[in-house]
């Protein structure tokens, strides 16, 4: 809050919410003026309000709903049998079919879940599960012997802003 009724915009008297003290300031010199939050608390989320008072005049009252995005945390490739992979995985068999499934941890909003192949999609399909976990599973129904070494990468994320929290295996094969 910035209160000048007992003077000059230059006297006023900042005061903050004690959950936001020390981490937020109204700049009033720019133009528009503006509260600065630094650095941003996932609880910091909510309605914000600004009130302007005139000594002749309406006052304006100008209500900003600030949403706090969370990344996910993390991203985890599992096999069929829900262990962990990383790096080289397999080796597989020519011609089989590989089960591979992301699970991505966290975010809010809840995040999309994608597979890719060095640059290109394979996968943009993810259901949402208990405990704030976001899945998609991909089936290759045949593995081929150009998938050598293939990298792929799961990649989780729910802004523009940061970039996507990723996990990538290569396959071997036999």
């Known amino acids: 809050m910035l209160d000048a009724r007992r003077g000059s915009l230059k006297e006023a008297h900042q005061m903050s919410a004690p959950q936001l003290e020390y981490r937020s300031h109204f700049h009033m010199i720019n133009r528009p003026a503006f509260l600065q939050i630094e650095p ?58 590989l089960t591979l499934t992301c699970q991505s941890v966290g975010g809010k909003p809840r995040p999309t879940v994608s597979w890719w192949k060095d640059n290109s999609l394979l996968d943009k399909d993810y259901i949402f599960l208990p405990d704030k976990i976001v899945e998609n599973v991909l089936n290759i129904p045949k593995l081929w012997r150009y998938d050598l070494l293939t990298n792929l990468t799961c990649q989780s994320s729910n802004n523009n802003v940061t970039v996507p929290v990723s996990s990538s295996v290569s396959i071997d094969l036999n």
């Open 40 to 97: 941003v608390r996932k609880d910091d989320g909510g309605t914000y309000r600004c009130r302007v008072d005139y000594h002749r005049g309406r006052s304006i009252n100008t209500v900003i709903k600030l949403q706090v995005v969370e990344p996910p945390s993390e991203v985890v490739i599992l096999d069929e049998k829900n262990q962990r992979l990383s790096g080289v995985i397999g080796p597989y068999n020519e011609g089989l079919s």
